[in-house]
């Protein structure tokens, strides 16, 4: 089938302005996008293309859209121009006007070239998975010091991509669906940009005395302090829900948490072991690719966890690929330098997993454990149903550095 080439076009720059990858407090009348998402299979890429792709899924449903097709793309390094090459770029564009898709979804970061010119094929918008990403920490952030945080992340992002599309900075909103402002406005508002990061940027140093203020304060505090950490979903704030007998926030969802929730924990006597207190705090969720511009954007709240004499990697026992997010979270951690503090790792749902797999599990934990000498403890347990949450309240009260 031949598509008309001006109609696309016309549908293109008409759509727009009205259809957003996740809606900003500005968009009333959004219409969910239909999305294709893309992968590049080369000699770069570790991780498992499929697996990779399953989670950009989650993703994109975070960000408000659906996924209608997935596509993936072998060669043996990215074309420079367009990511996936002219060829193939041309032939996904046939699909898109087909199908009536809003946005096109690469599961990597693209250089802002190639998502020029993939726009320039594909006649949709085109967003890369730090896009993505940024998009839903914009969407879920709530406390003053997160959404400035993400919005430095998201103007260090923008910048480099201010290009010409006859939108003006200022129209922009939250989202990632429109993408730069006008060929006139563009110094203008690269002046805007650096302006704002710098006021961004102040409020969050002040932020930051702030929050270390408290921190010290904390540390004078006679309880000693566990944090957990772990990959997006894993069931962090269930899991604190179910040690302090209190309610944080909880969605079964991606980066539902992203400011850290402290609770106190009162784990009781047993023997010669007396009463104690203990600050517990959930992180928000690890991810892998996590885009640098969140790293650092969020360094302040993630280092809230270097005021820690315990760990508690939470890992979701039901994922298909268990060892990938633990190391995903591992290397965020070493990049924030926290990398040595004490940690344990807690298998979470098991509730979902049938005998075999718990035996796998097992298995897969005593191998994880004999090639990572500094990893000694680890338990089993489902957040949700309470199942093993004892054992673990019981390993703080006999815990030496608690």
């Not at 890429?45 to 989670?55: A, C, H, R």
């Not at 690890?286 to 004499?309: C, D, W, Y």
């Not at 807690?346 to 090639?371: A, G, H, M, V």
């Amino acid at each position: 089938m031949k598509f008309n080439a001006e109609n696309k076009n016309k549908r293109y720059h008409q759509n727009r302005d009205v259809k957003r990858l996740t809606q900003s407090e500005t968009d009333f009348d959004v219409i969910v996008q239909k999305a294709v998402i893309v992968a590049l299979d080369w000699s770069g890429v570790k991780e498992d293309i499929e697996l990779s792709l399953d989670e950009l899924g989650l993703l994109v449903d975070t960000a408000g859209a659906k996924v209608i097709y997935r596509e993936t793309q072998k060669l043996d390094h990215p074309n420079v121009a367009t990511f996936i090459g002219k060829g193939k770029a041309e032939e996904l564009s046939n699909y898109i006007a087909a199908n009536d898709i809003d946005v096109a979804v690469f599961d990597s970061e693209l250089s802002p070239a190639q998502q020029r010119n993939l726009e320039e094929i594909l006649k949709v918008d085109v967003v890369d998975r730090v896009g993505v990403i940024l998009d839903i920490f914009a969407l879920h952030a709530t406390t003053k010091e997160g959404m400035k945080q993400v919005e430095v992340a998201q103007l260090k992002y923008l910048m480099p991509r201010l290009r010409g599309k006859g939108t003006s900075l200022s129209q922009q909103g939250g989202g990632i669906g429109t993408r730069g402002p006008g060929e006139t406005k563009l110094e203008t508002d690269r002046r805007k940009i650096t302006k704002r990061l710098a006021k961004l940027e102040e409020d969050l140093k002040k932020l930051e005395k702030v929050r270390s203020t408290q921190r010290k304060s904390r540390e004078k505090l006679p309880q000693k302090r566990v944090s957990i950490v772990g990959y997006t979903n894993a069931g962090k704030s269930t899991l604190l829900n179910a040690l302090s007998k209190s309610d944080a926030h909880v969605e079964d969802r991606l980066f539902a948490t992203l400011a850290p929730t402290t609770r106190k924990l009162y784990v009781g006597e047993d023997g010669n072991y007396k009463p104690k207190v203990i600050l517990c705090s959930d992180t928000v969720g690890f991810v892998r690719n996590l885009p640098h511009q969140l790293i650092e954007a969020f360094r302040s709240t993630l280092e809230e966890v270097a005021g820690s004499q315990l760990l508690v990697h939470c890992v979701d026992a039901s994922s298909d690929d268990v060892l990938g997010n633990i190391e995903a979270v591992n290397k965020v951690l070493d990049d924030i330098e926290v990398g040595d503090i004490e940690q344990i790792i807690l298998w979470n749902k098991i509730d979902r997993l049938s005998d075999d797999q718990l035996d796998k599990l097992k298995e897969i934990d005593f191998d994880y454990k004999s090639k990572n000498k500094k990893i000694k403890d680890s338990f089993f347990l489902s957040a949700i149903t309470g199942q093993g949450v004892e054992i673990l309240r019981d390993f703080f009260l006999k815990h030496p550095s608690l």
